[in-house]
């Protein structure tokens, strides 16, 4: 059986862990490799590896920082379509998705090529007279990032590229059911010129995290999971002096005005319920109507199209028309989704379209699910409350604007969400007054380019500084402010002085 290896000081190394998880082929069911979990001394090597490179790589200047990144763009762009390959065959999205979901992680790369410029600090001459201020943005030291299965590319480069830009080493814990593609990233960077030891990967579970997060030498670390694990993370690593940016979980809501398009808002709300399997934490969960008029049409325009949605392995056969979402990630993951749809059913929501037993001709061993539709959700249910993260879609039907502002408002989450509409003044307040940290106006995955932040409110993050962007520089460095005086003769002369200085 094939395995999967730690990633430590330039190679891949071999661990003597004794847990061993399969990887599989969610669309075959199949057993297709294995990962090997670290122990304790090999997670505290990497630390020390990573340690040991921080004075040099620091040292570095920031153009030839970059340069590695722009060599690094490049090997991307070359192995495109074998990275996206890999993607769908341990986390089963589809070919397409899988492009997308890189092309999204080279934005950020191309956004931290820029570092010679986003890293210059400030100066301010002549504060006082002969004083000049400067600012220099240094980097941290060891930084580390725990990912999860469901963007196995792009969420690790969300964080690395700008961290190894800022002059920080970096240690990646990617999740265990598709870790392959973080061994490929690191062999692309060492092929880019990157230095050993800059950038290693460690296969672990919550001990690994609690090691990495407990250790004095790391000083940031970056985490994308469920909202208790957000929690865990942010408490451990805030209690041992870490910066710490922890991304949670996510209950994604669609305001449909009266006025919006019923077949474009049908149309995107397919996009964003159902592509990746409802695998993504900006996937809208819930589309609320503000009267029953403009719900019965949403749901008349729905149903049909759900029905048709084409699910089956990512990787379709050349010439074939490619599916519209692949499989869940394992077997269990599958059971929760459909444990979801149970209780929907049992608290007395109305279930449309089931998915549920529904299999692919030739696939009947991958871990599939169809596309499921409730209509008449209410606060109450779990379905409503809770992220299912699994191809479903659930109306709300609330009775007016304000109800509807109250239950997206209220909700403990708030990372993303959208309103469809053709009236500037209706968009404009509910963009103005929704409590969400990412917001779209007839956009239904309102992600930010990576010149902009990505970053939830409430339970959704835990941080006060957002994932890619201008925060990310700022969170992968320090800030040291420099007054300078070089004293004239009449300041020699002066004496001295006890009073607060001032300019």
């Known amino acids: 059986m094939e395995t999967v290896y730690n990633f430590i000081n330039g190679k891949q190394v071999p661990s003597k862990g004794t847990e061993i998880h399969p990887i599989y082929n969610p669309a075959t069911g199949q057993q297709i490799r294995q990962v090997v979990m670290s122990t304790p001394e090999e997670v505290h090597a990497a630390i020390d590896v990573a340690q040991a490179a921080f004075p040099e790589w620091s040292a570095t200047p920031p153009l030839r920082r970059a340069r590695v990144l722009f060599k690094f763009k490049e090997l991307l762009e070359r192995d495109w379509d074998k990275l996206a390959a890999l993607i769908t065959e341990e986390h089963g999205k589809t070919f397409s998705d899988a492009q997308g979901e890189l092309q999204r992680g080279l934005e950020v790369v191309e956004f931290a090529c820029g570092i010679p410029h986003l890293q210059k600090g400030e100066f301010s001459e002549q504060v006082g007279r002969g004083i000049d201020v400067h600012s220099t943005m240094q980097p941290l030291g060891v930084t580390i990032g725990i990912t999860p299965f469901n963007f196995p590319a792009m969420v690790p480069m969300w964080m690395f590229p700008v961290a190894l830009a800022c002059g920080n080493t970096f240690i990646l814990k990617p999740a265990k059911a598709d870790p392959s593609l973080s061994i490929r990233l690191a062999e692309l960077l060492k092929e880019a010129g990157l230095p050993d030891g800059v950038f290693n990967v460690v296969h672990g579970g919550r001990r690994d995290n609690e090691i990495l997060l407990q250790d004095p030498r790391v000083k940031a670390a970056s985490f994308v999971g469920s909202t208790p694990a957000a929690k865990s993370v942010y408490t451990v690593g805030s209690a041992h002096g870490k910066r710490v940016q922890a991304l949670g979980a996510a209950k994604n809501f669609a305001l449909i005005m009266p006025d919006a398009d019923i077949e474009f808002t049908a149309n995107a709300l397919l996009g964003a319920a159902y592509g990746a399997a409802g695998e993504r934490c900006m996937a809208l969960a819930l589309a609320v109507t503000i009267d029953d008029s403009t719900a019965d049409k ?3 325009s729905l149903i049909p199209k759900v029905k048709a949605l084409r699910f089956g392995p ?25 444990g979801y749809i149970d209780q929907g059913v049992k608290e007395g929501a109305e279930l449309l379209v089931d998915g549920r037993g529904k299999k692919p001709a030739g696939a009947e061993n991958g871990f599939f699910i169809g596309g499921t539709l409730f209509d008449k959700v209410t606060k109450e249910m779990v379905i409503y409350q809770e992220e299912i993260f699994g191809p479903v879609l659930g109306i709300v039907r609330a009775h007016s604007f304000e109800e509807a502002m109250e239950m997206i408002n209220n909700h403990p989450y708030g990372n993303g969400t959208a309103i469809f509409t053709a009236d500037g003044g209706a968009a404009r307040e509910f963009t103005s007054r929704v409590q969400v ?7 239904p995955v309102p992600v930010p380019i990576a010149y902009h932040c990505f970053g939830g409110w409430k339970d959704s993050a835990y941080t006060t500084l957002n994932a890619y962007g201008p925060d990310s520089v700022r969170f992968y460095t320090k800030m040291k402010t420099i007054t300078t005086r070089w004293p004239s003769r009449a300041v020699l002369e002066g004496g001295a002085s006890f009073s607060m200085p001032t300019m």
């Open 298 to 300: 949403l749901v008349e």
């Open 314 to 338: 990512g990787m379709t056969p050349e010439g074939e028309k490619e599916m519209d979402f692949g499989p869940l990630i394992t077997q269990d993951h599958l059971n929760k989704v459909t």
């Open 437 to 443: 940290g990412m917001v779209g106006v007839n956009v």
